[in-house]
């Protein structure tokens, strides 16, 4: 029965932050403005233990790390905060405050 059927990832959004549009997967967890300031800090982070990463999603949502750079060789100190990011980011679009936000930003 599955045969065929393409596989969507994607989810809907509450319409107060997206005016009942159909977000993807990789706004909820890396675009979206709620989220952005989180991955800002953790770069920021990165940056002062003289980890040098490309500012993408692929590293830190997939890890998929470039491998011109240092950082695969970091990986063990990366990959827990990507982990740890989500995690809150998970957390975040829990929260009943969250719907306040929301309807601030819509």
Known sequence: PMKGRKLSLSLQLEP??????WG???????????????WETVWRFLKELK???PYDPAIALLGIYPKDTDAVKRRD????????????IAELWKEPWLNKQKKKLG
């Open 16 to 21: 107060s932050h997206h005016k009942g549009k």
């Open 24 to 38: 993807t997967l990789l706004h909820c967890w890396w675009e979206c403005e709620l989220v952005q300031p989180l």
């Open 77 to 88: 100190t990366c990959t827990p905060m990507f982990i740890a990011a989500m995690c809150t």
């Open 51 to 53: 980890i040098d990463l």
